[in-house]
Antibody
Framework: EVQLVESGGGLVQPGGSLRLSCAVS????????MHWVRQAPGKGPVWVAR????????TYADSVKGRFTISRDNAKNTLYVQMNSLRAEDTAVYYC??????????????WGQGTQVTVSS | DIVMTQSPDSLAVSLGERATINCKSS????????????LAWYQQKPGQPPRLLIYGASARESGVPDRFGGSGSGTDFTLTISSLQAEDVAVYYC?????????FGQGTKVEIK
């Protein structure tokens, strides 16, 4: 069974940093592009970033470019996002999500349960 | 960015009746190279992540009941639940994956009448 389990969320002050992790099991992790998607309360999901199978190709949403860094460790089957200079508008549930095998498309066929990030003083 | 607009924002349907949700994209999301529409539908129940129902505008994801159907092409798309069941109460989102940032619609809340 495919499982994606996020961790690392919490309450952080504006300007602070947080690192989220996503442990993946039940599939050959290195075969998939991986994504972070976030969802603010009462709003639709918003794509944040993607990374290819070996980490050599990365794309960010304009809203997080220069502040967030996506990475992966294929030996540990884990996806990461380092979030710096956090703002109130970054408050959301953050999901990791997988694409279809070998595809870079921002189409998500499995999602984790999400981790809450709250940016507030 | 491509803007996705859903209608209605909410609808109440009797059990066993048909539910129809519309989605319009601000530009054509049909790939001419493979003649496939880059349009997906997701279902989200409270406290859960979104679940992929439909991709390519009309292809059902594995395990999705056949009462869920997708149609449309170009800029106009529809999700139909042919016979609404109690477990279908949820918010439904369309999403274009033609290009990043893979924008979602605002969501349609489906309830039981």
């Amino acid at each position: 069974e495919v499982q994606l389990v996020e961790s690392g969320g919490g309450l952080v002050q504006p300007g602070g940093s947080l690192r989220l992790s996503c442990a993946v099991s039940g599939l050959t992790f290195r075969n998939y592009w991986m994504h972070w998607v976030r969802q603010a309360p009462g709003k639709g999901p918003v794509w944040v970033a993607r990374i290819n199978s070996d980490g050599s190709s990365i794309t960010y949403a304009d809203s997080v470019k220069g502040r967030f860094t996506i990475s992966r460790d294929n030996a540990k089957n884990t996806l990461y996002v380092q979030m710096n200079s956090l703002r109130a508008e970054d408050t959301a549930v953050y999901y990791c999500a997988k694409g279809q095998v070998g595809s870079s498309m921002v189409l998500f066929d499995r999602w984790g349960q999400g981790t809450q990030v709250t940016v507030s003083s | 960015d491509i803007v996705m607009t859903q209608s209605p924002d909410s609808l109440a349907v009797s059990l066993g009746e048909r539910a129809t949700i519309n989605c319009k994209s601000s530009q054509n999301i049909l790939y001419s190279s493979n003649n496939k529409n880059s349009l997906a539908w997701y279902q989200q129940k409270p406290g859960q992540p979104p679940r992929l129902l439909i991709y390519g505008a009309s292809a059902r994801e594995s395990g999705v009941p056949d009462r869920f159907g997708g149609s449309g092409s170009g800029t106009d798309f529809t999700l139909t639940i042919s016979s609404l069941q109690a477990e279908d109460v949820a918010v439904y989102y369309c999403q274009q994956y033609y290009d990043t940032p893979g924008t979602f619609g605002q969501g349609t809340k489906v309830e039981i009448k």
